[in-house]
């Protein structure tokens, strides 16, 4: 027994003995001694490899033996040292600068550069190296990093200062705002199959949060003809190496040098035009093959990119097998500024460990991102020992000052704290702002309305006092779990009418139940598309009374929740007391030439007849939509569904139940639409649509409410939502039969405006616009609008006709959602 427990042990300390990694690790520099960052670090004839951090430190754990150690980076000479290793070793490297001979070269009768030779059977063998590797996984390692490097001291009366002391800045506020690491497993599959599974994360500030950082996000390839960096560009960005590159580029060949036997193509490439999508910089393209061997581009503001000033891209490739070439690091790194702040930051992947022959589960590219519950509970010494790219000072610095923060912001005093310095009640916050009332540690939020934003006027009520409160208790951050409580009271100080109604929500990442009753005075049209301000300020400047309102006492529940996949559902029944209510107030500031209040009565404008009588109404509404999506994510909280690349489809089925609770109503309303918003037409921008259609099938009893209400606007502000339209009366062409409406909106992302000089620099987008309708009250109802867009603000010309030739012209502000 003792001889056994003797083996035992040995071969327990023989195994111990045996798995313990030591390291290789020094300093990559240049001939001047300076620093080479970010250089990349790799074990011959195999993908495992590391970084060097930027300032050129690099450490690379390993078993004892004897490797072929090889470093590089781009633009300099690739080094290569043999190591013996029995114990932990510092191995310094200087790169030298690589010398690109360019050997006498013939130029063409054109006088063409070399280079465009090259460049053009790169193009050509673009879709055979696309299609080259038709599965993989591999192991990803993602760093990412931001700085401030300056701020003002107080920005739109935040004290930039106190904010900065909170997140660790330093007294002039700079430092490292984001921190992150993560280790992932990557899955892929031709043509663009994705699943990430992240193995482990670290955050710098929180020991809860898990990174940002998505190896799916930095994976980029230039073989597709252009890269959608949306955010970051209005537009796709060009490939040097596209189907139409020639177009957009131009090329200078810089020489060539040979490496590990392969013949390299140092190839400057220029934007033909500034203003093109387009990026500058080297590309280094493999002799014989064709292939992309490295890049180290940047794109600056001169191509409207936003946000930031210049983004940097660099990417090395390694041989894998014999013929087979993957990206072995990929670098994004950004500079930028705006209104007082400046930043700068990077974010870094390091692949090893290629498999070209994996076998995946069915389903498995379903899910293209899992983050497991524990993925942010590895410790500093399991970092220390897997972590490609070794931390700077500064970055030590930063993990260990903002862990203490990090405990310090969870403390109850500190919360407390904080709640003391912000709850508190001023004359501003009363009248103009609204008054927050915050308890952190218990994630309980209150707010009492403006009390100035309360007072409105209309014609049927005059001055109106309509004030709310909200709490809101957040049960669990994680999964968005949270109950609100609502009320709001109403009074009318022409109409003499008291309103009160109260609200409760229920809602996680999915599912929302929600229930409200009490008595309100509402828009005549169910979609609203006038809020009670605009009305407000149109009704008192302009006497122009647009919204038309009635009082309702309602009852009403409703539930929403994810059936499976990309197949949603919703429920809503209401019981309603309806009354028309008639103007009582027709006064206003100023009285310009033309304009005269109407009535209450849409149909009726000029005589305030009653629309409908007084009436009680049941009524059951079920929609349902699908959008042929079985891709999302699962986070330590739940699941979280993506957008589908197919149209979503809906049906609508609302039904009147008559004789129940005192109901009136008696009709059958089915409805059905398929839309889909930004649809990438490449660089000629991005197409949204809306297609619906609806039929009463029993319209026995209903009323103006019941009818069906559309995306009205007569005045200049509108809604920018993709079923609105731009000049169409609010309520004239409600119907009760049935219904065609269409919407088209195509953003053509700056294509025709970044071609002018002198507007280039505002990254204005354009806008056109058709919208369709068709009822018996409106036969063939057609809008077209012209318009720019800075952002989410647009300004649109329009014009509408239909059947009858009746024309109508304006101009529309908007908000695009």
Request: net charge positive.
């Amino acid at each position: 027994m003792k001889h056994a427990l003797l083996l035992i042990l040995f071969y327990s300390i023989c195994a111990n003995a045996f798995s313990q990694q030591i390291t290789i690790s020094g300093k990559v520099t240049d001939e001047s001694g300076k620093p080479v960052p970010f250089a990349s670090i790799y074990i011959k004839n195999t993908t495992r490899g590391v970084s060097a951090n930027s300032e050129g430190d690099y450490s690379i754990p390993l078993q004892p033996g004897q490797y072929e150690v090889q470093y590089k980076a781009v633009g300099y000479r690739q080094a290569s040292k043999s190591v013996d290793l029995r114990t932990s070793q510092v191995v310094n490297v200087t790169l030298a600068t690589e010398v690109y001979e360019l050997k006498s070269v013939s130029i063409n009768a054109k006088g063409e550069d070399p280079a465009y030779a090259i460049i053009r059977k790169a193009i050509k063998r673009r879709k055979a190296h696309l299609s080259e590797v038709k599965a993989y996984t591999c192991g990803v390692y993602i760093k990412g990093l931001q700085k401030l490097l300056a701020a003002p001291k107080k920005f739109m009366g935040a004290d930039i200062n106190q904010l900065g002391r909170e997140i660790g800045l330093d007294s002039n506020r700079r430092g490292i705002v984001y921190l992150s690491e993560s280790e992932s497993k990557l899955s892929y599959q031709y043509p663009n199959q994705l699943h990430e599974e992240m193995i482990t994360s670290k955050f710098s500030g929180s020991n809860r949060m898990f990174s940002f950082n998505r190896a799916s996000d930095s994976k980029v390839n230039f073989y597709e003809n252009y890269q959608n960096w949306e955010g970051l560009s209005n537009r796709p960005l060009m490939s040097p190496v596209c189907d139409n590159a020639l177009f957009y580029y131009k090329y200078k060949l810089m020489g060539t040098s040979t490496e590990n036997g392969v013949v390299i193509n140092k190839i400057r490439i220029t934007p033909r035009r500034a203003h093109d999508p387009c990026f500058e910089g080297y590309i280094y393209i493999i002799d014989d093959s064709w292939r992309i061997y490295a890049l180290d581009l940047f794109i600056t503001s001169r191509a409207n990119i936003n946000f930031v000033d210049t983004v940097r891209i660099n990417q090395q490739f390694l041989l894998v097998n014999s013929t087979v070439w993957m990206q072995s690091s990929n670098k994004f790194e950004f500079t930028g500024g705006l209104l007082g702040f400046k930043l700068k930051g990077y974010f870094i992947s390091v692949y090893k460990d290629y498999d070209l022959n994996p076998v995946f589960k069915k389903g498995e590219f379903n899910e293209l991102l899992h983050i497991p519950k524990k993925v942010n509970k590895n410790d500093t010494a399991y970092w220390n020992n897997e972590r490609p790219i070794p931390l700077t000072e500064e970055e030590k610095t930063d993990y260990k000052k903002k862990e203490k923060l990090a405990i310090k912001r969870e403390s109850k005093v500190y919360l407390d704290s904080l709640d003391k310095a912000n709850n508190k009640v001023t004359p501003t916050n009363l009248l103009l702002t609204g008054t927050n009332i915050i308890d952190r540690y218990k994630r309980e939020y209150y707010h009492l309305d403006p009390l100035l934003g309360s007072f409105l006027f209309n014609t049927v009520e005059g001055v109106t006092l309509n004030y709310g409160a909200s709490f809101r208790k957040q049960i669990d951050t994680n999964s968005n779990k949270a109950i609100i409580l609502g009320a709001k009271v109403r009074y009318g100080f022409s109409d003499r009418l008291f309103n009160a109604n109260a609200n409760a929500t229920y809602h996680t990442d999915d599912l929302t139940l929600s229930a409200a009753a009490g008595s309100d005075v509402v828009d005549l049209n169910n979609h609203a598309p006038l809020s009670p301000l605009i009305n407000t300020v149109y009704t008192l400047f302009e006497r122009q009374n647009y919204q038309k309102l009635y009082q309702k006492q309602f009852a009403t529940v409703s539930i929403s929740d994810r059936i499976t996949g990309g197949w949603k559902a919703s429920a809503t029944l209401e019981w309603a007391n309806r009354k028309w209510l008639p103007n009582t107030n027709l006064y206003s500031f100023f009285h310009p030439n033309g304009h005269e209040f109407t009535s209450n009565n849409p149909l009726v404008p000029d005589q305030d007849v009653q629309l409908f009588p007084e009436n009680q109404s049941l009524k059951f509404t079920l929609r349902t939509t699908y959008d042929f999506s079985n891709k999302y994510e699962t986070y330590p909280f739940g699941r979280r569904y993506l957008p589908s690349a197919y149209p979503t489809i809906g049906i609508t089925f609302t039904k009147g139940i008559k004789n129940v609770l005192g109901s009136d109503v008696d009709y059958d309303l089915l409805a059905a639409d398929i839309s889909k918003t930004d649809i990438s037409m490449g660089v000629y921008g991005r197409t949204s649509f809306f297609v619906g259609a609806g039929k009463f099938l029993n319209a026995n009893s209903l009323y103006f409410p019941d009818y069906k209400q559309f995306n009205g606007n007569e005045i200049l502000f509108y809604n920018g939502n993709i079923n609105s339209f731009l000049l169409l009366d609010y309520y004239r062409f409600s119907t009760y039969t049935e219904y065609v409406e269409a919407h088209l909106e195509h953003n053509f992302s700056g294509f025709i405006t970044n071609k002018i000089p002198l507007i280039r620099k505002l990254k204005l987008q354009e806008i056109v616009d058709f919208n369709y309708l068709s009822t018996p009250q409106l036969k063939n109802y057609y809008e077209l609008g012209f318009g720019l867009q800075y952002l989410n603000f647009r300004i649109m010309y329009g014009t509408s006709f239909n059947s009858g030739s009746n024309i109508k012209n304006g101009i529309r502000l908007g908000i695009s959602f």
